[in-house]
């Protein structure tokens, strides 16, 4: 039986401000309930041991499904490393989704939550009022019951999750970027991505550039070889700011977003860059994963 209640909180990146709400809100309620968000993750660890790490010890995960439009490979994935068939009661797997939208076929057999007031007033109660979520000894918070404040708090979670602006484009295109002694790497302390740096052939963004996955009797292709295929003027901003992105990664700095848009001479679509995570190895190299967003201008 439990006497804390760990909540792994699944989102896509740009629903990242709803799981912030949805974690202060929560562990607000009760000094015994932990929340985990992606972005709690410390600068250089490893990434994906850490999501591991933190699925393993959830009594819950708390999926955010904000909209059946979009792609949720990844929080699927986190959904998969929380199931273990061998104890289905191990971790609970909740599903919250707003009103219209369906929840994604591989967990149509755990009960979802609509995110309605009433839907999420019936959850609130179950996980601080009783044990019928998590076993946990004594319940999170009793007083719950009484008064207004459960009524409160599962309108204002429904706000949060149902008024959000939509999402208008989707995370299809990458690019893996790996830096041999990124940290002391002197093209990347003065802020630019180095040229040797080498790009993994199953990035799918390569298509993007018009190439192929690597270069004729090569393996990879290198970053100069990729901005030869480019007009140096009208890429000089991303490329810049994509430079300036790497020197704060691989300094531990929080990744921060951009605004300088790509022209794909491949579609002629505009994109917009994004380094969205930076992971570090212990033989001080790094590998940089850079997102194209379609449709940004």
Sequence with gaps: MAETVTIFISHKH?????????????????SRVHCFISEDIAAGAEWLTEIRQYVEKAHILLLLFTASTSEWDWPLYEVGLATDLSDP???????????????????????????????????????????????????LNER??????????????????????????????????????AIDNEEIQ??????????????????????????PNRDRWQWDGLLDRLDEESNQDWVSALGERFRWAAAGSQLKSMTASFTSPADGQSYRPVLHRAERR??????????FVEGAA
């Excluded at 740009?14 to 009760?30: F, P």
């Excluded at 191990?90 to 979802?112: E, H, K, L, M, W």
């Excluded at 040229?195 to 690597?214: C, I, K, N, R």
């Design 14 to 30: 740009e629903d990242k401000k709803i799981a912030q709400t949805v974690k202060q809100e929560l562990e607000a309620v009760s």
């Design 89 to 139: 009661s191990r971790c609970r797997i909740v599903c919250v989704y707003p009103s219209g939208a369906t929840p994604p076929d591989p967990i149509r057999a755990f009960q979802a939550v609509e995110a309605s007031p009433e839907g999420l007033e019936v959850f609130l109660r179950q996980l601080f009022c009783s044990q019928e979520i998590v076993d946990v000894d004594p319940v």
């Design 144 to 181: 719950l019951r009484e008064g207004e404040s459960l009524t409160r708090l599962a309108r204002h979670l429904s706000e949060s999750i149902t008024t959000v602006k939509p999402w208008a484009y989707c995370f299809t295109h990458y690019l893996w970027i790996d830096v041999e002694d």
């Design 190 to 215: 003065a802020e630019a991505v180095p040229q040797s740096a080498t790009v993994d052939p199953e990035s799918t963004a390569l298509q993007l550039f018009g190439l192929a996955p690597s270069p």
């Design 282 to 291: 212990r033989d001080a190299s790094m590998r940089f994963e850079v997102i």
